[in-house]
């Protein structure tokens, strides 16, 4: 996200870059093998997640809370703070591009991404940290760094229908690229559990956000991912999962 904060700071320049351009497919991502070696096994990670990215929240909290709740290190608690935040600044952008533009998909979408906050949430209260969203409206964040962004995503968003699908693939890119960083900082089976189906998630609303802009005759060119990581992603199906996998 940092890497993203940069690159908004350029303005014009960003602009110009974007300009020139939501779970089982079989696909194993470099994502995904790594965090199921910090499982053990990808079949120990249970998976629920439709093709619009909606988390069962539900059948997760459940299994989460089945795990017993280990010591978590700084950097852990730091991520699962952050993460709550950023998946709750996608669903304040997409829910004000909504207003603005009112095409279907990021009301879909913004839908979908409050299943991805309370995923997070309920890690929150299985380890007792307080909710940094809980007292916060649309567009306001503890987290100055995301602060910040929420306010440029809306003023690029806000300039036409193409730049605001062109943010909503910015930001899936960036879901996923930080979520793989938090998940190489812990070896909590609970916290990579929600991390991959958060990224399961991304993954769909990320191919969807590129569909539209091909359906407008726009080629999105990654700003964030490796373009064969974001090549991998666009080029397989809509994932779909209930039960246990490997994300893939």
């Known amino acids: ?38 499982q053990g096994s990808p079949d120990q990670i249970p998976v629920n997640v439709n093709e619009n990215g909606n988390i069962g929240t ?15 290190a700084q950097e852990e608690k730091d991520g699962l703070l952050y993460m709550v935040e950023e998946e709750k600044l996608a669903h304040d952008v997409y829910t004000k591009l909504y207003e603005k533009w009112g095409l279907k998909i990021f009301s879909n979408i913004a839908k979908s991404e409050t299943t991805h906050v309370e995923a997070v ?3 929150l209260q299985k380890y007792n940290l307080t909710d940094p969203t809980q007292n916060e409206g649309i567009g306001e964040f503890q987290n ?8 440029q995503l809306i003023e690029m968003g806000m300039k036409s229908e193409v730049d605001a699908l062109k943010v909503g693939a910015l930001i899936e890119e960036t879901d996923i690229e930080d979520l793989q960083k938090w998940i190489s900082l812990t070896d909590k089976v609970d916290i990579i559990t929600v991390y991959e189906n958060l990224m399961m998630g991304s993954r769909n609303h990320l191919r969807a956000f590129v569909s539209q802009l091909e359906k407008m005759g726009i080629t999105y060119e990654p700003q964030v991912l490796p373009k064969d990581e974001f090549e991998e992603i666009i080029n397989s199906p809509m994932e779909t999962g209930q039960g246990k996998g490997g994300g893939s």
């Open 58 to 72: 539900s059948e997760l909290k459940a299994y989460i809370d089945s795990i017993p709740a280990g010591q978590l």
């Open 1 to 38: 996200m940092k890497r993203l904060l940069g690159m908004l700071l350029i303005g014009a320049l960003l602009l110009s870059v974007l300009g020139a351009g939501c779970i089982n497919t079989g696909t194993t991502t470099s994502t995904q093998t790594s965090s199921a070696e910090n």
């Open 121 to 123: 949430r309920a890690l």
């Open 144 to 151: 100055q760094e995301l602060q910040k962004l929420y306010d």
